[in-house]
């Protein structure tokens, strides 16, 4: 991964409760090796003192325009970042930017950044959802900031709503993927329906024991980080997972075994824009799944008798033909492969893409640490247009973003 370079990160902190969050933030470019520096609003500094800023990246903290005037810190902090992450971002401060204002350290290096900028909104639900806010979201994006979707969840008092800053690992992750690839989040698929699967299955036994594998989710969770910051309205149906995060601003449907996922996802691909079967489904499940736990006995394990799971990707290409789902219908299918005696694993993959229908195939190779609870993946892309193209080793979040690339040409324009 090319972030494991040393960059210059820039860290803006507006004046929020959710400033002590900007703290992991810090953290995590910082134990990634970049240059820190840290620009509060001297309303953040109510919230977290500058020695905590400066403590954590190992420079003085300002925000005035008059501190190291002989350095221009003013002009010098924003021409010389690679990259700008300011959370939380208020209202006050996005109104302050989207008018180009220069009043403290923080908006001036904002005007001067060429780099991509990375805002993490965080205010009450009212004023989230205000008309004002929003023109100016919208104005950030068409200059081509990243404006991340805020969660939902406990606020500040006994509110609860949108307006909640993400985890500081989903800042994380969208902030390295911008290091890696600065044009990989475009605001381009604004209004889009995306519905997801991610994780694993799980096949009942009996009340202790399921039949599983080792799926976390982590890619599915990526596509759904990555489409959620470029506009989509993401929906995501989720098995088991572990250690995936949970992406800002995207509805999550849980489910366990493969057919309540595969009855989820028929229900919901009649509004969807776009359908990505990422979730590893249990091919087989037991025929009968015990009331009480099978007990160890004397004479070994009984058999268990096995029957085969629905084919879920197949099953919504056969809907989409039948019209029960819209003929511009994008579906991407995953893969999950080892090679064998008879072929590799892109063989395999084209194999499979030959039976499924869809649209896209993402094959990836499996086993001996591969693909399943990595932080990064690899494979190759398969189109219908008869295209295979290699996705070297990279971050699950920016593989992520270069499948959005290869499908977002196929929507129909809007």
Avoid at 105 to 124: D, Q, Y
Avoid at 175 to 202: E, K, N
Avoid at 311 to 328: F, P
Wanted: charged share 20%; with cysteine; glycine share 10%.
């Amino acid at each position: 991964m090319t972030s494991s370079a040393r960059k210059r990160v820039l860290v803006g902190v507006g004046g929020g409760i959710a400033a002590y969050k900007a703290c992991s933030v810090i953290r995590h470019f910082t134990e990634a090796g970049h240059d820190v520096h840290v620009i509060p609003t001297a309303a953040a500094l109510r919230f977290v003192g500058a020695a905590t800023f400066e403590a954590l990246s190992g420079h003085p903290v300002s925000t005035s325009v008059f501190d190291n005037v002989d350095e221009v810190a003013h002009v010098r902090l924003g021409q010389n970042a690679d990259l700008v992450v300011v959370a939380p971002a208020t209202a006050d401060l996005l109104a302050r930017t989207a008018a180009g204002r220069a009043d403290d350290l923080l908006t001036a290096s904002l005007l001067t950044a060429r780099c991509p900028v990375l805002f993490v909104p965080a205010m009450h639900t009212e004023m989230w959802e205000h008309p004002a806010t929003q023109h100016n979201v919208a104005t950030l994006r068409d200059r081509g900031a990243t404006v991340m979707p805020p969660d939902s969840g406990r606020l500040t008092g006994r509110d609860s709503g949108a307006g909640r800053l993400p985890d500081p690992g989903e800042i994380g992750l969208l902030g390295d993927l911008l290091l890696d690839a600065p044009g990989a989040l475009p605001f381009d698929l604004a209004g889009v329906r995306i519905l997801i699967s991610a994780g694993g299955t799980r096949e009942p036994l009996d009340p202790v024991r399921y039949l599983g594998n080792h799926s976390s989710g982590k890619q599915g969770f990526a596509l759904a980080r990555a489409a959620a910051a470029r506009g989509a309205e993401v929906t995501v149906v989720a098995g088991s997972t572990s250690g995936a995060g949970e992406p800002a601003g995207v509805q999550r449907i849980p489910i366990s075994s493969a057919m309540e996922l595969s009855d989820e996802m028929a229900e919901r691909a009649v509004t969807a824009d776009v359908i990505i079967m990422a979730a590893a489904v249990a091919d087989f499940r037991p025929v009968v799944i015990a009331d009480a736990k099978i007990k160890k006995g004397t004479s070994g394990p009984a058999p268990i008798e096995l029957e085969t799971n629905p084919d879920i990707l197949a099953g919504l290409v056969q809907s989409r033909k039948r019209g029960e789902i819209a003929a511009e219908t994008v579906i991407v299918g995953f893969a999950a492969e080892t090679g064998d005696d008879t072929g590799g694993v892109l063989d395999h993959g084209r194999a499979k893409f030959a039976r499924k229908g869809c649209d896209l195939l993402v094959v990836n190779p499996v086993g001996a640490g591969k693909a399943f609870g990595t932080e990064d993946n690899t494979g190759w892309l398969l189109s219908t247009a008869g295209t295979e193209t290699a996705l070297p080793l990279t971050s699950k979040t920016l593989l992520a973003s270069r499948i959005l690339d290869a499908l977002a040409p196929l929507l129909p324009q809007r």
